[in-house]
C-alpha cells in the first residue's frame, strides 16, 4: 500500500523567503522512493482546501527513514502546510508518478533548475553522488536571495554554476542560457530540467537543436494523483508520431522525454 | 447479534454490499489496486466509453471550487476495444461486478458500444451515461430531454441483454420527468446525479479558469442537490436508484439511501482519500449494528414513510 494517513513532521525550515523544507518519518516512502517521484499530500483533513496538493520527493535518508519536501507558498494549501509542526501528522499518499531516467556509466549529467525546480533536482543529484558519472548543476533564480540550497548541492562537489534575471549572483539573465553554452561546449550526454514552463520550453528546444536526450518534470493540476481521473493531462506526441495524446502526469510522468512533449 | 445484511439487489444485479465507484473517478479499477481492496467493492463503475478513442478536452481540466471540484475532463477513454482487450481481463479477477459506463455522440454510437460490451465476460450491468456535461453532443443532449433519453434507453434495450442502469442530470428542470420517461422506456434501474454545470474565472489571467470554459460540479457542494434529486425520483419511478453526489463518509451515503438509493457510488471523495469506499462500507455496517438493524434493505427510503 502507497497510502499513510498519518505521517509524523520532523521538523520544518525555512530556506529562503517563503520556501519551506518539511521533513517527513516515513520509512516505506523513503526506502522505495526514486527521484522525480512526487508524494500526494492532504494538507487538512476538513475540505477546505479540497484536494490533495502533489510535492516532488527533495531528499531521502533510508537510515533514518525521512523523506522530505521542499516548496514555495503559493496559495492557501502551501500556507497551510507552512504552519505544520514537529509531532503533527499529515495524511501522504506516495511515492507516485515515474521518475528520471538515471545516466548510463560514463554519460555527462546536467540538472537545470529554475526556482524551486530544485526540489527534485536535488534528490537526483543525491543518487548520482553514489555513480561515477559527471554532473553539471545550472541553478537559476529571480534574484540571488532565491537561489536555493547551494551550500548544499556544493557539499556534493558537482559543477555548479548559477543566473539570476537581475544578476545580483553569476549570470545574468535566464538559467537556459548556462545550458546553451553546455550544450555547445558538448559538456552534457543526458540533461534533467524542473522549473517553469517558458524555462523547460526552452531547455527542450536546446535539446533537439543539439541532438542531446533529456527529460523535465512537469506539472499540471491534480485530482487522484493515480491515474484515474485524467485531470492532469500533459499533450505529448503520439507513438505513431502523427498526432498527440494527453499523458498523466500523475502516472506515465511527472517525468517525460523531453522530446515527447508537445509545447 | 448477527452481522447486518448489506446485499443489494440492482435490477437483478446483487451486489455484496451497497457501495460502488462513481465512475470516471476510478478509472478502470487498477489505478486504485494498491489502494482498495477491490474485492471489497460492492461494485466498479468504470470511466465512461465512447465507440471510438477519445482524446478529451485541453487542460487545465480541473479547478478546486468551495467543497467541490469542476472537471472538464471530456471522456477521454481508449475506446470500447482498448477497454474490453487492456482493462477487463485485470477486472476479472476480481469477485465484484463491472459496471461498464458508456457514452456516444449519436444513438448508433451508443447502440454499437452496448453490443461490443453485452458478448464480453465480466460486465455485469451497462451504465448509460446521457448527463455528461463536458462533451459538445452526445451528453447533456440526450439526458435533458424526457423524449430524446427514453429514445436511448429503448435502442440500448434493444441492443443488450445486461441490465441497463440510466445515469441521470441533475441540469433539467424536473428530473422526475426524465426519470420517468426513462422508466417507461424500458430502463431497470437509474443512477443519479451526474455533475453540475459551472464555471470559474481567473480573476489574474482575466479568462475562463478550465481549458474547455465550463466543466461539471461534484464534491460535498453538491451533496443537498444530489438528496433531492434522489428523493424525487423516488417518488416519480419504482426503479432501484444508485444514489451518488458528494459522498465522503457513512453518515452522506446513508442520507442517500434513506432518500430512496438502494446503493451508493463514491466519486470525488476518492481523490481526498484512496481508501473512503471502505472507510464508508465500514461505517454503514457500523450503523446498522448500533441501531440493531439486520438488513440495509430497510432503511431504503425510510425518510419518505
Ligand atoms: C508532480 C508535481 C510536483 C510538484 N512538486 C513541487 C515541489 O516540489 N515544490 C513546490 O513548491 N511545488 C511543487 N508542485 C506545485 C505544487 O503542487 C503547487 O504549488 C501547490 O499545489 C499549490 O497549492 P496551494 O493550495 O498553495 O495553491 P492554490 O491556492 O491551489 O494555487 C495558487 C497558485 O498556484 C498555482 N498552482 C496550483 N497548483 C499548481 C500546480 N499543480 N502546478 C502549477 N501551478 C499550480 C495556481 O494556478 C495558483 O496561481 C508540484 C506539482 C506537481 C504537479
Ligand atoms: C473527474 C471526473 C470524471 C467523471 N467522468 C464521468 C464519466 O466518464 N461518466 C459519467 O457518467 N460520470 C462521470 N463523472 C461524474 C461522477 O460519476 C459523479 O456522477 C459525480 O462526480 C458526482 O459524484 P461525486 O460528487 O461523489 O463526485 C465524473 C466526475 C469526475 C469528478
Ligand atoms: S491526477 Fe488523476 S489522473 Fe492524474
Known amino acids: ?263 | 447479534m448477527n452481522k447486518p445484511n448489506l446485499t443489494v439487489d440492482i435490477a437483478g444485479l446483487r451486489l455484496k454490499n451497497p457501495v460502488l465507484t462513481a465512475s470516471g473517478t476510478f478509472g478502470f479499477g487498477s489505478e486504485y489496486a494498491p489502494f482498495v481492496d477491490l474485492n471489497r467493492l460492492g461494485g466498479i463503475v468504470v470511466k465512461g466509453l465512447t465507440l471510438e478513442p477519445r482524446l478529451g478536452n485541453p487542460p487545465p481540466r480541473m479547478v478546486e471550487t468551495p467543497a467541490g471540484i469542476l472537471n472538464s475532463i471530456g471522456l477521454q477513454n481508449p475506446g470500447v476495444d482498448c477497454f474490453l482487450a487492456e482493462h477487463l481481463p485485470f477486472l476479472r479477477q476480481f469477485a465484484t461486478p463491472v459496471i461498464a459506463n458508456i457514452a456516444g455522440n449519436s444513438l448508433q454510437e451508443y447502440v454499437a458500444v452496448a453490443e461490443k460490451l453485452t458478448g464480453a465476460s465480466g460486465i455485469a450491468a451497462l451504465e448509460v451515461n446521457i448527463s455528461c456535461p463536458n462533451v459538445k453532443r452526445g451528453g447533456l443532449q440526450f439526458g435533458a430531454d424526457p423524449s430524446a433519453a427514453a429514445q436511448v434507453t429503448r435502442a440500448v434495450k434493444k441492443a443488450t441483454t445486461l441490465p441497463v442502469i440510466v445515469k441521470l442530470s441533475p441540469n433539467v428542470t424536473s428530473i422526475g420527468e426524465v426519470a420517468r420517461a426513462v422508466a417507461e422506456a424500458g430502463a431497470d434501474a437509474l443512477s443519479l446525479i451526474n455533475t453540475l454545470a459551472g464555471m470559474t474565472i481567473d480573476i489574474r489571467r482575466r479568462r475562463p479558469a478550465l481549458g474547455n470554459i465550463t466543466g461539471g460540479l461534484s464534491g460535498p457542494a453538491i451533496r443537498p442537490v444530489a438528496v433531492r434529486a434522489v428523493w424525487e425520483v423516488y417518488q416519480a419511478v419504482k426503479l432501484p436508484i444508485i444514489g451518488m453526489g458528494g459522498i465522503v463518509c457513512a453518515a452522506d451515503a446513508l442520507e442517500f439511501i434513506m432518500a430512496g438509493a438502494r446503493a451508493v457510488a463514491v466519486g470525488t471523495a476518492n481523490f481526498l482519500n484512496p481508501g473512503a469506499t471502505m472507510e464508508i462500507l465500514s461505517g454503514i455496517e457500523r450503523f446498522l449494528e448500533e441501531n440493531e438493524i439486520g438488513d440495509i434493505n430497510e432503511l431504503v427510503g425510510i425518510a419518505h414513510e
Request: aromatic share 6%; net charge positive.
Open chain 1, 1 to 263: 500500500m502507497k497510502h499513510f494517513p498519518a505521517v509524523e513532521v520532523i521538523r520544518q525550515e525555512m530556506v529562503a523567503p517563503d520556501c519551506y523544507r518539511l521533513h517527513l518519518f516515513a520509512p516505506e516512502i523513503s526506502a522505495s522512493a526514486k527521484p522525480g517521484q512526487f508524494l500526494h499530500i492532504r494538507i487538512t483533513p476538513g475540505l477546505e482546501p479540497l484536494l490533495r496538493r502533489p510535492f516532488s520527493v527533495h531528499a531521502a535518508d533510508r537510515q533514518k527513514g525521512e523523506v522530505a519536501v521542499l516548496y514555495r507558498v503559493v496559495g492557501r494549501g502551501t500556507r497551510l502546510l507552512a504552519e505544520k509542526k514537529k509531532g503533527e501528522t499529515l495524511d501522504v499518499m506516495g511515492p507516485l508518478g515515474r521518475g528520471f531516467t538515471l545516466p548510463a556509466p560514463g554519460q555527462k549529467a546536467a540538472l537545470v533548475a529554475g526556482g524551486i525546480g530544485i526540489a527534485p533536482l536535488f534528490f537526483l543529484l543525491q543518487t548520482l553522488a553514489g555513480l561515477k558519472n559527471s554532473v553539471h548543476v545550472l541553478l537559476g533564480a529571480r534574484v540571488a536571495k532565491e537561489l536555493l540550497l547551494i551550500r548544499e548541492i556544493g557539499a556534493y562537489k558537482p559543477s555548479l554554476m548559477v543566473a539570476t534575471d537581475d544578476g545580483s549572483r553569476g549570470r545574468r539573465g535566464p538559467v537556459t542560457e548556462l545550458l546553451r553554452e553546455l550544450l555547445a561546449e558538448r559538456k552534457a550526454d543526458r540533461v534533467y530540467a524542473c522549473g517553469p514552463t517558458a524555462m523547460l520550453k526552452t531547455v527542450a528546444a536546446l535539446l533537439q537543436k543539439h541532438g542531446v536526450d533529456g527529460e523535465l518534470s512537469l506539472e499540471e493540476r491534480m485530482g487522484c494523483g493515480v491515474g484515474a481521473c485524467l485531470s492532469c493531462v500533459c499533450k505529448t506526441s503520439s507513438k505513431d508520431g502523427t498526432s498527440f495524446a494527453y499523458r498523466r502526469v500523475c502516472l506515465e510522468g511527472p517525468v517525460f522525454p523531453a522530446r515527447d512533449v508537445i509545447w
